[in-house]
Every structure is written in structure tokens, then in C-alpha cells.
């Protein structure tokens, strides 16, 4: 199978495809705006570094109303392991939260969310570095695991959140469940961008008086957390303060036009609870990530001790 070169116009509008040699030509006008705008539309102040500054606008595309985005074409090699976090398998967590049987949570993934439709969700990110995402998911964690011991302490912070926040996934879009890993059969061409940020949700007073059931938002002090239902007793941390957008991080993502089942190695779908912290840096290689942040922490405490002590001579 041949793939057309996507471009300007390609990004511009929409196009029908009626074969599979029109299938690279396809981005929904409401995912142009997914990707993240160069400036400021108030100010016109850049909202990047300089050398994506630099880069993008000289190569970056326009959506639809003209305003220039950080996204260009790229092609992907056969071969590169890519990722994602998603939900999907509600009805058969009966209750229990994620399934932590890979063969079973991978078989499960196939059948309801990766080939339950005619093509599969355009959004991923690499595992491994990428263009200007030079460290990959295995940094992406370990920064995770720093910054939680660093706000709150050792392992309060889990990829769910973090990929949320990170990702701007808005709450009602996905449960972020499960960090999905696949492996490309082939070539294929992409837009390669920054996302832009969102509000955490649009329904944050509904979540709040929400019933048994559904998702829940508890507001502590000035800080959000949600609640899933099935999974106990268990929080997660939600930017959703006055102010507050998820996005801002520099995170990338590719957006495959027209994803389709042949385009993967089936074999090797990775299924891990985003919340299993353990399983994630073993499968990454960084298990040693935790030990790190407690001496991190415990160098942190001393410093300010010896502060404090300075202090009150």
C-alpha cells in the first residue's frame, strides 16, 4: 500500500476517502485544533521555546481559521513502538478496577477498543525519543515519579494523572485506565505536534453532586481530586482550580489519518494498568526511579532542616 503525502491542504480541510489510497489524507477539523497554537491569539506572543519557535514557523501548518499550529508531517518507521493511555474495558473490570492480567487485558484491548471499529483512535506518542521528544515515556515516567515526591511525597503520583495532565485529556473524554503499547507493520505518515491545553472538564460542578455510578469530583482545600467508579476508595489529583489547564508541558503526539488494524504488529499490544507504578518501571526500565526520588526526598528534608537550624542562630 502506497501513502500520499499529507500537507497544507491536507490539513486545511477534510477530505473524503474512498480507497485505501486516499486513506493518509484525513484530519478532522475538530482535531486540527488538538494541536497547539504557535502565539498567543490575544497577544501574538510566541508559546514556545525559541527553537520551536523557530522551527514551526517556518514548517509548522494552519488549521482551518489560518491559525498557524505547532504540527508538521512526519513518517513513522516500521518498527517504532508507540503508545497511549486510555479506558475501554469498563464492563469487564466488574467492579475491580483495571485488569492486571496482560494476556487477558491485551486480548480484551484488541477485541473492544483497538479493532472494535473500522479504524483506530489517530492518537498516540512515541515509546522511545522521537524528534523533540528526546527522552520518551521512560522519562516522561521518571519525571512523574520525581515531581510527585517532590509535591507530595513517594508514589502518590501515578501515570494516570500525570498522562491527564500532561496529555490535556479532559476527564469525561477518557478513564486513562491503561497504558497501551503497539508496534507499527509498516511505514506510515503522521502529524507530529504539540497538544494544546484544555480545561480539565466541563462538567466539574455536575461531577461534584454526581451519583453512585458515575465519575466523582471532591474538592479538598483549593486542590480537586476525582474518583472512578469500581475502583474503591481510590483519588487522583485534577487541575481543575480557578486558572488551571492541563496541557502546557511540551508534550507531542502524533495523529495517524485513517490507523488501521494491519498497520500494527497484533502480537505485541502491551496492556498495564496506568496506575500500577511498579509494572510501569519495570516494563520501562527505570525500577531503581523510586529509590532515586526517596533519597531525592530525604536530601530535600535535610537541606531544610539545616535551613531551619541556620535560621534561628
Given at each position: 500500500m502506497g501513502?500520499?503525502?499529507?500537507?497544507?491542504?491536507?490539513?486545511?480541510q477534510?477530505?473524503n476517502w474512498t480507497d485505501n489510497?486516499?486513506r493518509?489524507?484525513?484530519?478532522?477539523?475538530?482535531?486540527?485544533?488538538a494541536?497547539?497554537?504557535?502565539r498567543d491569539?490575544?497577544?501574538?506572543?510566541?508559546?514556545?521555546?525559541?527553537a520551536?519557535?523557530?522551527?514551526?514557523s517556518?514548517n509548522?501548518?494552519?488549521?482551518a481559521?489560518?491559525?498557524?499550529?505547532?504540527?508538521?508531517?512526519e513518517?513513522i518507521?516500521?518498527?517504532t513502538?508507540?503508545?497511549?493511555?486510555t479506558?475501554?474495558?469498563?464492563?469487564d473490570?466488574?467492579?475491580r478496577g483495571?485488569?492486571?492480567?496482560r494476556?487477558i487485558?491485551?486480548?480484551?484491548?484488541?477485541?473492544?477498543?483497538?479493532?472494535?471499529h473500522?479504524?483506530?483512535?489517530?492518537?498516540?506518542?512515541?515509546?522511545?525519543?522521537?524528534?523533540?521528544?528526546?527522552?520518551?515515556?521512560?522519562?516522561?515516567f521518571?519525571?512523574?515519579?520525581l515531581?510527585?515526591?517532590?509535591v507530595?511525597?513517594?508514589?502518590?503520583?501515578?501515570?494516570?494523572e500525570?498522562?491527564?495532565?500532561?496529555?490535556?485529556?479532559?476527564?469525561?473524554?477518557?478513564?486513562?485506565?491503561y497504558?497501551?503499547?503497539v508496534?507499527?507493520?509498516k511505514d506510515?505518515?503522521?502529524?507530529?505536534?504539540?497538544?494544546?491545553?484544555?480545561?480539565?472538564t466541563?462538567?466539574?460542578?455536575?461531577?461534584?453532586?454526581?451519583?453512585?455510578?458515575?465519575l466523582?469530583?471532591?474538592?479538598v482545600g483549593?486542590?480537586?481530586?476525582?474518583s472512578?467508579?469500581?475502583?474503591?476508595?481510590?483519588?487522583?489529583?485534577?487541575p481543575?482550580?480557578?486558572?488551571?489547564?492541563?496541557?502546557?508541558?511540551?508534550?507531542?503526539?502524533?495523529?495517524i489519518?485513517?490507523?488501521?488494524?494491519?498497520d500494527?504488529?497484533?502480537?505485541?499490544?502491551?496492556?498495564i494498568?496506568?496506575?500500577?507504578s511498579?509494572?510501569?518501571?519495570?516494563?520501562?526500565?527505570?525500577p531503581?526511579i523510586?529509590?532515586?526520588a526517596r533519597?531525592?526526598?530525604?536530601?530535600?528534608?535535610?537541606?531544610?532542616e539545616?535551613?531551619?537550624?541556620?535560621?534561628k542562630?
Amino acid at each position: 500500500m502506497g501513502y500520499h503525502t499529507l500537507g497544507q491542504t491536507h490539513f486545511e480541510q477534510v477530505r473524503n476517502w474512498t480507497d485505501n489510497d486516499n486513506r493518509n489524507i484525513i484530519l478532522d477539523l475538530s482535531n486540527q485544533k488538538a494541536f497547539l497554537s504557535l502565539r498567543d491569539p490575544n497577544t501574538g506572543y510566541s508559546r514556545v521555546s525559541n527553537a520551536v519557535l523557530h522551527r514551526y514557523s517556518i514548517n509548522g501548518l494552519r488549521d482551518a481559521e489560518r491559525v498557524q499550529r505547532v504540527v508538521r508531517v512526519e513518517t513513522i518507521k516500521a518498527g517504532t513502538r508507540i503508545y497511549k493511555l486510555t479506558g475501554g474495558l469498563e464492563t469487564d473490570e466488574s467492579g475491580r478496577g483495571a485488569i492486571d492480567n496482560r494476556e487477558i487485558a491485551a486480548r480484551l484491548m484488541k477485541s473492544k477498543v483497538l479493532f472494535a471499529h473500522q479504524t483506530m483512535s489517530p492518537w498516540w506518542a512515541p515509546v522511545t525519543s522521537f524528534e523533540e521528544d528526546t527522552g520518551g515515556i521512560r522519562v516522561h515516567f521518571e519525571n512523574m515519579v520525581l515531581n510527585s515526591t517532590a509535591v507530595k511525597g513517594v508514589g502518590t503520583l501515578t501515570l494516570r494523572e500525570y498522562a491527564r495532565f500532561m496529555s490535556a485529556v479532559v476527564l469525561e473524554w477518557n478513564r486513562l485506565t491503561y497504558y497501551l503499547e503497539v508496534t507499527l507493520a509498516k511505514d506510515v505518515k503522521a502529524y507530529w505536534g504539540q497538544f494544546e491545553e484544555q480545561v480539565a472538564t466541563a462538567k466539574l460542578e455536575e461531577f461534584k453532586v454526581s451519583a453512585d455510578g458515575t465519575l466523582k469530583i471532591e474538592q479538598v482545600g483549593d486542590d480537586y481530586f476525582v474518583s472512578y467508579p469500581g475502583e474503591g476508595s481510590n483519588r487522583y489529583y485534577l487541575p481543575a482550580e480557578e486558572n488551571s489547564m492541563l496541557g502546557g508541558m511540551e508534550a507531542w503526539q502524533f495523529y495517524i489519518p485513517k490507523f488501521e488494524r494491519t498497520d500494527i504488529v497484533e502480537d505485541s499490544v502491551l496492556v498495564i494498568p496506568s496506575v500500577n507504578s511498579k509494572a510501569l518501571a519495570a516494563h520501562f526500565g527505570c525500577p531503581q526511579i523510586f529509590e532515586q526520588a526517596r533519597q531525592m526526598a530525604a536530601s530535600y528534608l535535610r537541606q531544610q532542616e539545616a535551613n531551619l537550624r541556620r535560621s534561628k542562630w
